[in-house]
Nanobody, 125 residues
């Protein structure tokens, strides 16, 4: 299983970026996908999750209302639209495929089996 997060870059505060997670077709069709980020010197943190068919999403409080997760199963791609970006959003962003079709509502950050390479997002003030 291969995953690759793409679309990072440098953006000013208040701007937008759209990340994509390209995955193998089988993974994209059957598994929930999560987004995580890790800022320099900090632990990795959960950002968002989406169910296998896109009918359920979950967001960390820090991004709720600003980030939107979606997926195109036909293309095998999951997206993270990031709006109203803040300097504290600066991090390497990763996507990961869950072991199940749905993430756990009680633990949306757990159960991810496959991890992709990250993409750096830098938000300047």
């Amino acid at each position: 299983v291969q995953l690759q997060a793409l679309g990072g870059g440098l953006v000013q505060a208040g701007g937008s970026l759209k990340l994509s997670c390209a995955a193998s077709r089988r993974t994209s069709s059957n598994n929930a996908v999560g987004w995580f980020r890790q800022a320099q010197g900090k632990e990795r943190e959960f950002v968002a999750a989406i169910s296998w068919n896109g009918d359920s999403t979950y967001y960390a409080d820090s991004v709720k209302g600003r980030f939107t997760c979606s997926r195109d199963r036909a293309k095998g791609t999951v997206y993270l639209q990031m709006n109203s970006l803040k300097p504290e959003d600066t991090a390497v962003y990763y996507c990961a495929a869950h072991r199940s079709s749905y993430y756990s509502v009680s633990d949306p950050s757990g159960g991810y089996r496959y991890w992709g390479q990250g993409t750096l997002v830098t938000v300047s003030s």
